[in-house]
């Protein structure tokens, strides 16, 4: 599928169905279901194009629903919309409200993607965007997904309180679970390395970390070592043996698990910042 990259709140108004038209200097031939890119670029990066007045009233906008109301996801494909028509902003810019009117650049002589029928995501798709139109490759993505839902099924059982009197005992779970790592590791999810001192993750979910030093020789049940995903350093993580076992009748497997994040989770900070255009309105 055909994709397009544009800075948020942008990308989050066009599959929101509150920005009728892209605005672009060139115009385009593309025609049909396209998937929206929401770029990495902050929020002040997006409205440089725009005057003093439009920021104001745009970053009022976003306190507003529905942007208030969701999380503006940067880095990944937030939906799909259908391009129906190109045409020169002059024949659309005395139509348009207020609000239409601040989610894009209609000055004389750049040009209008119409758009209809968006529709948004529950879940963002990460992928990395590029100039231009590019491809994405969508069933890939959703069979990624499936396969980290799959491996999410599986760290829910195990890393669960089980009733004892319905599964295995515990050796037997943790048997059964360092298999389950194993096939991680085969599929590149899970990897021990640069060094011993470093576990590495793929696209899966941190709830993997109590289950590692009961499959990988390398890690110790009772040590601290750096966790990386996605080639960045996140946090250590440090294990301090057997868990506390729960109520009678229940069984926990894995290792007592503290993991510390190398930084606070982020928050989007709407600034003002002058600057060249923003192509990407």
């Known amino acids: 599928m055909k994709a397009f990259s544009v ?11 509150i920005k009728p038209h892209e605005t672009r200097s060139r115009r385009t031939n593309i ?13 002040d990066g997006a409205l440089k194009s725009f005057t003093e007045a439009e920021r104001e009233k745009i970053i009022a906008m976003l306190h507003q629903p529905p942007f208030i109301d969701n999380v503006l996801c940067r880095g990944g494909i937030v939906g799909t919309v259908e391009i129906v028509n190109c045409i020169p902003v002059e024949e659309v810019v005395n139509t348009l409200t207020e609000r239409e009117r601040l989610l894009g650049d209609y000055s004389p002589g750049r040009f209008a993607w119409v758009l209809k029928n968006p529709v948004m995501f529950d879940e963002p798709f990460p992928a990395r965007g590029q100039q231009g139109w590019w491809e994405w490759d969508e069933i890939e993505a959703c069979k990624s997904r499936i396969k980290k839902a799959t491996y999410q099924l599986g760290l829910n059982f195990f890393n669960g309180v089980t009733p004892g009197s319905a599964f295995p005992p515990a050796n037997i779970l943790q048997a059964e679970a360092a298999v389950f790592l194993n096939e991680l590791n085969r599929a590149q999810e899970i990897m021990i390395g640069p060094t011993e001192q470093d576990i590495t993750l793929g696209d899966i979910s941190l709830d993997i970390l109590p289950l590692i030093p009961g499959a990988f020789q390398e ?30 009748g229940t069984v926990k497997i894995g290792t007592e698990t503290a993991f510390i994040p190398r930084k606070a989770a982020e928050h989007i900070e709407i600034t003002v910042d002058f600057g060249k255009e923003s192509e990407n309105t």
């Open 7 to 17: 800075y948020q709140p942008f990308a989050f108004s066009i599959v929101a169905g």
């Open 219 to 248: 890690i110790s049940d009772r040590g601290t070592y750096r966790v990386y995903q996605y080639g960045e350093l996140i946090g250590t993580v440090t294990y301090s043996g057997p868990p506390r076992q729960g109520a009678p």
């Open 31 to 43: 025609r049909g279901r396209v998937a929206v890119h929401a770029g990495m670029k902050e929020m």
